[in-house]
Nanobody, 113 residues
Framework: QVQLVESGGGLVQPGGSLRLSCAAS????????MAWYRQAPGKQRELVAK???????NYADSVKCRFTITRDNAKNTGYLQMNSLKPEDTAVYYC???????WGQGTQVTVSS
């Protein structure tokens, strides 16, 4: 059974940092592409960052130079390091793996003073 579990969300002040984790089980994680998406209230879910099985990364323009996606295949875990957070980064963040289009349950990130 494939399972993705996100963690690391929370409340942070503008300019602060958070690191999200996505722990995968039931799959050969190293063979999968992984991505982070987010969905703010009243908005569509959007791609934040993606990392391929070979380690190639790409980012949404809104998070470039602030967010970093990485993976540790030995731990079956992906990460999203988020720095210089802004109120507009507030959203539920979801982990996704391909192939198979599997999703985690999401973790809330709130950026507010």
């Amino acid at each position: 059974q494939v399972q993705l579990v996100e963690s690391g969300g929370g409340l942070v002040q503008p300019g602060g940092s958070l690191r999200l984790s996505c722990a995968a089980s039931g799959i050969a994680f190293s063979a999968y592409n992984m991505a982070w998406y987010r969905q703010a209230p009243g908005k569509q879910r959007e791609l934040v960052a993606k990392i391929t099985d070979s380690g190639y990364t790409n980012y949404a323009d809104s998070v470039k130079c602030r967010f970093t996606i990485t993976r540790d295949n030995a731990k079956n875990t992906g990460y999203l390091q988020m720095n210089s957070l802004k109120p507009e980064d507030t959203a539920v963040y979801y982990c996704n793996v391909q192939p198979g289009d599997r999703w985690g349950q999401g973790t809330q990130v709130t950026v507010s003073s």
